[in-house]
């Protein structure tokens, strides 16, 4: 199993671009997650799908920020335009339905300039 | 919104002294979940504590979930090098997404 893959590692854009952030869970893994990390606010939830329908994105920022799961083994994460305090490390997870520890991907660190 | 209180936010100890972290939450969770986030790496599950009271041992890892399941921690026992990194406490509402606690970053000095 290769565990969650995001792509790309890194990711550094000037401000005012588009950004796009992907995801491929783990086969089978039901929930899909979206988190940003940042020195100061840590590790905050921004939207999580169950059976690629979104649940909740109340923790999308703003309307720059958008998510889709188009089906199952697939998800990305746009931002639009892109702004500097956009930057921080973003990391995909996936967990089977239920009460499940979490498997995360390795992360996407953005840096907008 | 549901949300997890950690402490300390930082923790130095030398190579061999114990190393232990809470987390406390005002409500009453039905679980919570710990994980290891190693400098530069992601967050990695460790452990599930779902019973009031629960105790859970990995190695030199131990795992308590409080009686009335609003707080948890988790104590290392005679840390080592490869210890270092950020832990996390998390909790779910009501079946929810996972919200983490700011995390508590423990470096060791051999």
């Known amino acids: 199993d290769a565990g969650v893959i995001q792509s790309p590692r890194h990711e550094v854009t000037e401000m005012g671009q588009e950004v796009t952030l992907r995801c491929k869970p783990i086969?089978?893994?039901?929930?899909l997650f979206w988190y940003r990390q940042t020195m100061m606010r840590g590790l905050e939830l921004l939207i999580y799908?169950?059976?690629?329908?979104?649940?909740?994105d109340s923790g999308m920022p703003e309307d720059r920020f958008s998510a889709k799961m188009p089906n199952a083994s697939f998800s990305t994460l746009k931002i639009q335009p892109s702004e500097p305090r956009d930057s921080a490390v973003y990391f995909c997870?996936?967990?089977?339905?239920?009460?499940?520890?979490?498997?995360f991907g390795s992360g996407t660190r953005l840096t907008v300039v | 919104g549901q949300q997890v209180m950690q402490i300390p936010q930082y923790q130095h100890v030398q190579e061999g002294e114990d190393f232990t972290t809470y987390c406390n939450s005002s409500?009453?969770?039905?679980?919570i979940q710990w994980y290891k986030q190693r400098p530069g790496g992601h967050p990695v599950f460790l452990i599930q504590?779902?019973?009031?009271?629960e105790v859970k041992k990995q190695k030199r890892l131990t795992f308590q979930f409080g009686e009335a399941k609003k707080n948890s921690s988790l104590h290392i026992t005679a840390t080592q090098t490869t210890d270092v990194g950020t832990y996390f406490c998390a909790a779910d509402q009501a079946g929810t997404a996972l919200i983490f606690g700011k995390g508590t970053t423990l470096s060791v000095s051999s």
């Open positions: 997870a996936s967990s089977p339905r239920g009460y499940y520890g979490y498997t």
């Open positions: 504590l779902v019973k009031s009271g």
């Open positions: 086969s089978g893994h039901n929930s």
């Open positions: 799908f169950n059976n690629n329908v979104p649940i909740d």
């Open positions: 409500t009453t969770l039905s679980n």
